[in-house]
């Protein structure tokens, strides 16, 4: 039953990650693509807590906490760069 | 106890796929810049706090290292993601709108991001302190 719940989690979070990809290349403005950036790194998050369940591994909590901060970081970043024109002024 | 344990994990499975999916396709969905900002900032943080909570409790029930890492990124996630909303909002404001199009805050105060009164927003509200903050700026 696990098994199963854990294909359909797999394909919607990589149908998700289709949509974010989506969204990157065709977007009305900047704010959007740095929108789906993030959505993609929160969702790869998702992706790797399912693999690591797959494979019962505990391997992938520091990839995935590496994950969470360097896309915060960088969301945050590339925002702040939009706002003021530079990240640290 | 194990059965229960399954139909747990499963359904929070289930419950955490179908988040992350509505949240992405409201990304390309929504029609407006700021209603798409509603979408995932929300859906998809519920979705993986689903995934999450779900492998938790596999590690929990199933296997023998178990532990509370994934409630540290769920915590992170959930500490992180206003204030990345926050911060492609303020983007927004800025690249589509000019000031005077923005809906009126009240108050005889303009929005914080853009600052006309930003030294005088905040110290309103206390008359000593911003007495204090312009005694000590001159």
Redesign the interface.
Same mark, same amino acid.
């Not at chain 2, 909002?89 to 800025?94: D, Q, R, V, Y």
């Given at each position: 039953?696990?098994g199963?719940? &854990?294909y #359909?989690?797999?394909? *919607?979070?990589g149908?998700?990650?289709l949509? *974010?990809l989506?969204?990157v290349v065709i977007a009305?403005?900047?704010?959007?693509r740095? &929108?789906?950036l993030?959505?993609m790194s929160?969702?790869m998050?998702?992706l790797i807590? &399912?693999f690591?369940?797959l494979h019962?591994t505990?391997m992938y #909590?520091e990839i995935?906490?590496l994950f969470?901060?360097v896309g #915060?970081v960088s969301?945050?970043a590339y925002?702040?760069f939009?706002?003021r024109g530079d990240v640290i002024e | 106890m194990e059965y229960f344990a399954?139909?747990l994990?499963?359904a929070l499975? !289930?419950l955490?796929?179908?988040f992350?999916?509505v949240? =992405?396709?409201g990304?390309?969905k929504l029609p407006d810049?700021m209603t798409?900002?509603h979408a995932?900032?929300k859906a998809?943080?519920l979705? !993986?706090g689903g995934?999450?909570m779900?492998?938790l409790c596999?590690?929990f029930f199933f =296997?023998d290292?178990s =532990?509370w890492?994934?409630l540290?990124?769920t915590l992170?996630?959930f500490l %992180?993601a206003p !204030? %990345?909303g926050l911060?492609?909002a303020?983007?927004?404001m800025?690249? %589509?709108w000019r000031p005077e199009e923005l809906p009126d805050p009240g108050e005889d105060r303009n929005w914080a991001t853009f600052g006309q009164s930003a030294d005088r927003s905040l110290m309103d509200a206390v008359p000593e302190v911003d007495k204090a903050v312009r005694d000590h700026r001159e």
């Amino acid at each position: 039953m696990i098994g199963y719940a &854990l294909y #359909f989690a797999f394909a *919607c979070f990589g149908i998700g990650q289709l949509f *974010c990809l989506y969204r990157v290349v065709i977007a009305p403005g900047v704010g959007d693509r740095v &929108l789906a950036l993030d959505t993609m790194s929160i969702n790869m998050i998702a992706l790797i807590a &399912l693999f690591g369940i797959l494979h019962d591994t505990a391997m992938y #909590f520091e990839i995935m906490l590496l994950f969470a901060m360097v896309g #915060f970081v960088s969301t945050v970043a590339y925002a702040k760069f939009l706002l003021r024109g530079d990240v640290i002024e | 106890m194990e059965y229960f344990a399954e139909i747990l994990i499963t359904a929070l499975l !289930v419950l955490g796929g179908i988040f992350g999916l509505v949240g =992405s396709f409201g990304l390309v969905k929504l029609p407006d810049q700021m209603t798409r900002l509603h979408a995932p900032t929300k859906a998809a943080t519920l979705g !993986v706090g689903g995934i999450l909570m779900a492998s938790l409790c596999w590690f929990f029930f199933f =296997s023998d290292h178990s =532990s509370w890492h994934e409630l540290l990124i769920t915590l992170f996630l959930f500490l %992180t993601a206003p !204030v %990345t909303g926050l911060m492609i909002a303020k983007t927004n404001m800025h690249l %589509t709108w000019r000031p005077e199009e923005l809906p009126d805050p009240g108050e005889d105060r303009n929005w914080a991001t853009f600052g006309q009164s930003a030294d005088r927003s905040l110290m309103d509200a206390v008359p000593e302190v911003d007495k204090a903050v312009r005694d000590h700026r001159e």
